[in-house]
Each structure stands twice: as structure tokens, then as C-alpha cells.
């Protein structure tokens, strides 16, 4: 289960911001009161310099995959891919099953 659990969240792209969410004088104009209820601190909407798209709430630049991420956790080395929106459930499962089998194995060493 810790192999299939670490395949999906090695191939499962883990979220970018949708390009609608680009800036410019074709950008929505729902898309832009969309963006300004989400505020940060200073009561300015999110927006990437480096796409050029406003960002959610949680969504962060990840340098080695060069895009946002969305609900961004961090960069796994092991998995080669940062951990988001959409393989967080993946790795947190791999961890599991891999803590488990490793407290499996201590047991039956142990014994």
C-alpha cells in the first residue's frame, strides 16, 4: 500500500492556478472581485509576478516545478514534486503506511 500510496503522489500533478486567473485587460471582471475578497494583511489581492495571476488564498510559487501551487505544503525531494491541493492526500497516506510498516518490522525484530 506504501508503493501504490507513493506512485500516486510521485504522478499526481499536485494543483496550479487555472490560466483564467492571468491579469490584464482581458481579466473578468468577476474574476477580479473574486480576487480582491481574498485579502492579505495589507487588504491588496494576491497576485504573482512571475505568472502574471492573481493567487488564492494558500497558493505559493514552488521554484523547482517554475508555477503556483495550490494549497502549496512544500517541496518533497523524495517525490521529486511539490506536495498541494491535489496529492497531499497521497503523501499523507504514504507516511502512514510507511510509519506503520517500519513499527511492524521494529516489532517483529524486537520479538
Known amino acids: 500500500m ?13 494543483g496550479a492556478i487555472p490560466d483564467v486567473w492571468r491579469a490584464g485587460p482581458e481579466a473578468a471582471p468577476a474574476l477580479v472581485a473574486h480576487a480582491r475578497e481574498r485579502k492579505r494583511s495589507t487588504g491588496a489581492p494576491r497576485f504573482c509576478h512571475k505568472e502574471q495571476k492573481f493567487k488564492p488564498d494558500r497558493a505559493h510559487y514552488c521554484v523547482p516545478l517554475k508555477r503556483n501551487v495550490l494549497r502549496m505544503d512544500h517541496y ?36
Do not use: E, I, M
Open 2 to 14: 506504501a508503493g501504490v500510496a507513493y506512485h500516486q503522489g510521485l504522478v499526481t500533478d499536485p
Open 76 to 111: 518533497c525531494p523524495w517525490l521529486s514534486n511539490c506536495v498541494g491541493h491535489y496529492n497531499h492526500k497521497f503523501f499523507v497516506l504514504f507516511l502512514v503506511y510507511a510509519t506503520s510498516r517500519a513499527y511492524a518490522l521494529l516489532l517483529c525484530v524486537a520479538s
